[in-house]
């Protein structure tokens, strides 16, 4: 069985769709064709990155932007929630 070879390309933006985007990994899986622990390989990569690596005007460094996508992912739950109540 041969082996497949990937893109450096096609691994930042299989990464990038489950970091910003917040797909899961069976999702981007089914899509990409790829199995779901090569994403998780291909993300952990991702978020090793050096600062600035992956071209963001800002200077973030991949696990900086992860970290502000969660919390504004809560923001956004909590705010949700409110508008809800009232």
């Known amino acids: 069985m041969q082996r497949i070879k990937y893109s450096v390309e ?3 933006e299989a990464a990038r769709r489950l970091i910003i985007d917040g797909l899961s990994a ?4 089914e899509k990409l064709g790829v199995k779901a622990e090569l994403l998780y390989r ?3 990569e991702h978020l090793k990155e050096p600062e600035g690596a992956i071209g963001s005007t800002d200077g973030s ?3 900086n932007m992860d970290a502000e996508i969660d919390r504004l ?3 956004l739950g909590k705010s949700h929630r409110i508008n809800e109540i009232l």
Do not use: A, G, H, L
């Open 10 to 12: 096609f691994k930042k």
């Open 26 to 29: 069976s999702e981007v899986s």
């Open 42 to 44: 291909w993300k952990r």
């Open 61 to 63: 460094s991949p696990t």
């Open 73 to 75: 992912r809560k923001e």
